[in-house]
C-alpha cells in the first residue's frame, strides 16, 4: 500500500513534469521566423523540421494525457491501482513511471 507521503512525493513529480511538457509542448509549437526569399534546401529543411517537430508534440501530448490521468487518479484515490486488473503497481515502477497505468502483469500483455 501505497504511503500518503509517497503519493504526494509522486504529486509533485508529476506536477513538475507536467509543467515541464507543456512548457516543451510551447516551444515546439512556437512559430518560426520565416526566411526572405528561402532556397530549396532551405525549404526541405524546414519541411524535415516541421515533421520531427510534429511528431515530438503528438508524443508530449500523449505523456502530458497521462501525466493528468495520473493526477486525476490521485485526487479520486485510485493512483496506484492498475487500470486492468486492479492489482496494485510497485512503487519502483512508479518511481521509474510516475504516471504507470499497469501493473507488472498487465503490462506485459
Not at 78 to 96: F, N, P, W
Amino acid at each position: 500500500m501505497l504511503t500518503q507521503e509517497f503519493i504526494q512525493q509522486m504529486k509533485n513529480r508529476l506536477e513538475e513534469e507536467k509543467k515541464n511538457v507543456e512548457n516543451e509542448i510551447n516551444r515546439l509549437t512556437a512559430p518560426e521566423e520565416t526566411l526572405d526569399n528561402p532556397s530549396d534546401e532551405d525549404l526541405a529543411q524546414d519541411a524535415a523540421e516541421d515533421i520531427v517537430s510534429d511528431s515530438l508534440v503528438n508524443i508530449h501530448r500523449h505523456i502530458l494525457e497521462k501525466i493528468e490521468n495520473a493526477l486525476y487518479r490521485i485526487k479520486d484515490g485510485t493512483y496506484g491501482r492498475c487500470l486492468i486488473c486492479g492489482a496494485a503497481i510497485s512503487q519502483e515502477a512508479l518511481l521509474k513511471e510516475p504516471w504507470a497505468e499497469h501493473c507488472e502483469v498487465c503490462g506485459k500483455k
